[in-house]
Protein backbone atom coordinates (compact mmCIF):
# COMPACT_ATOMS: atom_id res chain seq x y z
CA UNK A 1 0.00 0.00 0.00
CA UNK A 2 2.93 2.40 0.59
CA UNK A 3 4.30 1.77 -2.36
CA UNK A 4 1.69 2.28 -4.47
CA UNK A 5 1.01 6.17 -2.27
CA UNK A 6 4.55 6.89 -3.63
CA UNK A 7 3.74 5.61 -6.56
CA UNK A 8 0.63 7.76 -6.97
CA UNK A 9 2.91 10.81 -5.56
CA UNK A 10 5.87 10.62 -8.07
CA UNK A 11 3.16 10.55 -10.89
CA UNK A 12 1.58 13.44 -9.77
CA UNK A 13 4.63 15.21 -8.98
CA UNK A 14 6.03 14.08 -12.94
CA UNK A 15 2.80 15.27 -14.64
CA UNK A 16 2.42 18.78 -12.30
CA UNK A 17 5.90 19.28 -12.07
CA UNK A 18 5.07 20.99 -8.28
CA UNK A 19 4.14 20.27 -4.61
CA UNK A 20 3.09 21.96 -2.30
CA UNK A 21 3.33 21.01 1.17
CA UNK A 22 1.92 22.25 4.31
CA UNK A 23 -0.29 24.81 4.83
CA UNK A 24 -0.20 28.99 4.23
CA UNK A 25 -0.07 30.43 7.30
CA UNK A 26 -0.43 34.23 8.31
CA UNK A 27 3.32 35.38 8.12
CA UNK A 28 1.87 38.77 9.24
CA UNK A 29 1.20 37.95 12.31
CA UNK A 30 4.28 36.90 13.29
CA UNK A 31 5.11 39.82 15.93
CA UNK A 32 2.29 38.66 17.59
CA UNK A 33 3.88 35.92 18.94
CA UNK A 34 4.81 36.36 22.72
CA UNK A 35 6.42 34.65 25.25
CA UNK A 36 4.48 33.15 27.77
CA UNK A 37 1.53 32.95 25.42
CA UNK A 38 -0.28 29.42 25.69
CA UNK A 39 -0.62 26.89 22.87
CA UNK A 40 -4.65 27.60 22.73
CA UNK A 41 -3.87 31.48 21.93
CA UNK A 42 -1.27 30.73 19.39
CA UNK A 43 -4.16 28.15 17.90
CA UNK A 44 -6.32 30.71 17.71
CA UNK A 45 -4.17 32.67 15.65
CA UNK A 46 -1.62 29.88 13.55
CA UNK A 47 -4.32 27.56 13.23
CA UNK A 48 -3.00 23.51 14.24
CA UNK A 49 0.26 22.48 13.53
CA UNK A 50 1.38 20.54 10.47
CA UNK A 51 4.04 19.00 12.80
CA UNK A 52 4.72 18.34 16.18
CA UNK A 53 7.81 17.49 18.40
CA UNK A 54 10.96 18.51 20.64
CA UNK A 55 13.43 20.67 20.67
CA UNK A 56 16.36 20.57 23.47
CA UNK A 57 13.71 19.22 25.72
CA UNK A 58 10.65 22.21 24.89
CA UNK A 59 7.55 20.95 23.09
CA UNK A 60 7.44 22.24 19.33
CA UNK A 61 4.71 23.55 17.14
CA UNK A 62 5.95 23.83 13.18
CA UNK A 63 4.03 25.38 10.67
CA UNK A 64 5.06 24.77 6.83
CA UNK A 65 4.44 26.07 3.88
CA UNK A 66 6.64 24.41 0.61
CA UNK A 67 6.24 25.07 -3.20
CA UNK A 68 8.92 22.63 -4.39
CA UNK A 69 9.23 23.05 -8.73
CA UNK A 70 10.70 20.66 -11.15
CA UNK A 71 11.34 23.41 -13.24
CA UNK A 72 10.91 26.57 -11.08
CA UNK A 73 11.86 28.67 -7.85
CA UNK A 74 11.48 26.52 -4.72
CA UNK A 75 9.33 28.84 -2.11
CA UNK A 76 9.56 27.59 1.82
CA UNK A 77 8.67 29.02 4.86
CA UNK A 78 8.68 27.34 8.12
CA UNK A 79 7.57 28.38 11.32
CA UNK A 80 9.12 26.39 14.39
CA UNK A 81 7.31 27.35 18.30
CA UNK A 82 9.02 26.32 21.32
CA UNK A 83 6.53 25.56 24.49
CA UNK A 84 7.69 24.88 27.86
CA UNK A 85 6.27 22.28 30.14
CA UNK A 86 3.40 24.50 31.42
CA UNK A 87 2.87 25.04 27.62
CA UNK A 88 3.75 28.46 27.07
CA UNK A 89 5.73 30.17 24.43
CA UNK A 90 9.56 30.35 25.24
CA UNK A 91 10.78 31.29 21.80
CA UNK A 92 10.44 30.90 17.95
CA UNK A 93 12.26 30.40 14.77
CA UNK A 94 10.69 31.78 10.95
CA UNK A 95 12.63 30.91 8.28
CA UNK A 96 12.13 31.93 4.28
CA UNK A 97 12.58 32.05 0.82
CA UNK A 98 10.42 34.49 -0.08
CA UNK A 99 11.82 37.58 -0.81
CA UNK A 100 9.13 39.73 0.82
CA UNK A 101 10.16 38.45 3.70
CA UNK A 102 13.55 39.72 3.83
CA UNK A 103 12.16 42.97 6.07
CA UNK A 104 10.85 40.56 8.77
Known amino acids: MKSLKYSLLAMLIALSGCV ?4 EFPVNKL ?3 QKGQTKTE ?6 QPWRVGKDMGYRTWTYVHYKISLFGEQKTRDLVIRFDTADKVVSFTFNSTYREDEHL
Open 20 to 23: TVGE
Open 42 to 47: VAKIFG
Open 31 to 33: ETI
